[in-house]
């Protein structure tokens, strides 16, 4: 994952800093975190992103229309969530969700996954 650049998309502080240093220990650079869905978008549009994890509620609104801009934009990305995947909308059935709370293991191995994609 080293010099890998992963968009952050999490409102929660503490949970966008302990995803934030997990990934920069991992050798990534983290761009974000994002604490609302306005600024993911306007991160995507600027920064080049080799990947993204998106928690599913964020700032009270649903994150899939940033789904829907990095697909379009073809970058890959996982979900992060307290919720079940039944909130998650058919279109993105074949996306990772890893629920919280996270482990670092959890999200490396996932990343990686992610990256070799």
Do not use: C
């Not at 991160?43 to 229309?65: M, Q, W």
């Amino acid at each position: 994952m080293i010099g890998r650049r992963i968009l952050v998309v999490e409102d929660e502080y503490l949970v966008a800093e302990d995803v934030r240093r997990w990934l920069q220990g991992l050798g990534a650079e983290v761009i974000g975190p994002a604490p609302r869905l306005a600024r993911a978008h306007s991160l995507i549009a600027a920064e080049r992103i080799d990947a993204a994890v998106l928690d599913i509620h964020v700032a009270g609104e649903l994150v899939f229309p940033v789904a829907e801009a990095l697909h379009e934009h073809r970058i890959p990305f996982l979900f992060v969530s307290g919720f079940d995947r039944s909130i998650v909308p058919r279109r993105f059935a074949h996306v990772q969700l890893l629920e919280k709370p996270l482990a670092l293991e959890t999200l490396a191995v996932a990343m990686a996954r992610l990256l070799d994609n």
